[in-house]
T-cell receptor, first 113, second 118 residues
């Protein structure tokens, strides 16, 4: 089955630690995205990548970093510089950056205490 | 800048009945896409329906249909024969058309929480 996987579903970290969220897709999509979702707010774009070895900042990139070494993978690192890291994180992909349809993974709930 | 407004934070409907969720948007673009996404309790975001602004015909996907009013910048979602599995958050979203280039992004509303009651 083609799709997007994110692991783990729930992640807990102590304040001051960096943590990496996994996102893998086998849809052969060129473009991938990371969103953050907070209660009462819509999704906000953190980073996106149009192609391997290329990525761009979204609206709320501060305190986050990404890499895109493989087409299938787009991991997101939440660094200790992110002031409010506790949130639900969604990864998505689309055929290419020009495509209007994005497909989402199941998400990771990160709790930092 | 584009904005998307969903004026109904919460709604409820009885099973088998019809419900309409509202969405309005603001843009100066002529070519764009509009979407409804569903986020059930599992929290996975699922695309329900997509509308291209240049198409006058309203999009339909089984029990889901939209009422797209371009002049009024309105994009409502109608769910017919509501089922318990339709219980979810519903998000309206906007994206500029392809002629705006590749640096486009989804602009999201804050969502409407829909409860389908047995």
């Amino acid at each position: 089955d083609g799709g997007i996987t994110q692991s783990p579903k729930y992640l807990f970290r102590k304040e001051g630690q960096n943590v990496t969220l996994s996102c893998e897709q086998n849809l052969n999509h060129d473009a991938m995205y990371w969103y953050r979702q907070d209660p009462g707010q819509g999704l906000r774009l953190i980073y996106y990548s149009q192609i391997v070895n290329d990525f761009q900042k979204g609206d709320i990139a501060e305190g986050y970093s990404v890499s895109r070494e493989k087409k299938e993978s787009f991991p997101l690192t939440v660094t200790s510089a992110q002031k409010n890291p506790t949130a639900f994180y969604l990864c998505a992909s689309s055929i290419d950056r020009g495509s209007s349809e994005q497909y989402f993974g199941p998400g990771t709930r990160l709790t930092v205490t | 800048a584009q904005t998307v407004t969903q004026s109904q934070p919460e709604m409820s409907v009885q099973e088998a009945e019809t419900v309409t969720l509202s969405c309005t948007y603001d843009t100066s673009e002529n070519n764009y896409y509009l979407f409804w996404y569903k986020q059930p309790p599992s929290r996975q975001m699922i695309l329900v329906i997509r509308q291209e602004a240049y198409k006058q015909q309203n999009a339909t996907e089984n029990r889901f249909s939209v009422n797209f009013q371009k002049a009024a910048k309105s994009f409502s979602l109608k769910i017919s024969d509501s089922q318990l599995g339709d219980t979810a958050m519903y998000f309206c979203a906007f994206m500029k058309g392809r002629n705006a280039g590749n640096n486009r992004k989804l602009i999201w509303g804050l969502g409407t929480s829909l409860a389908v009651n047995p």
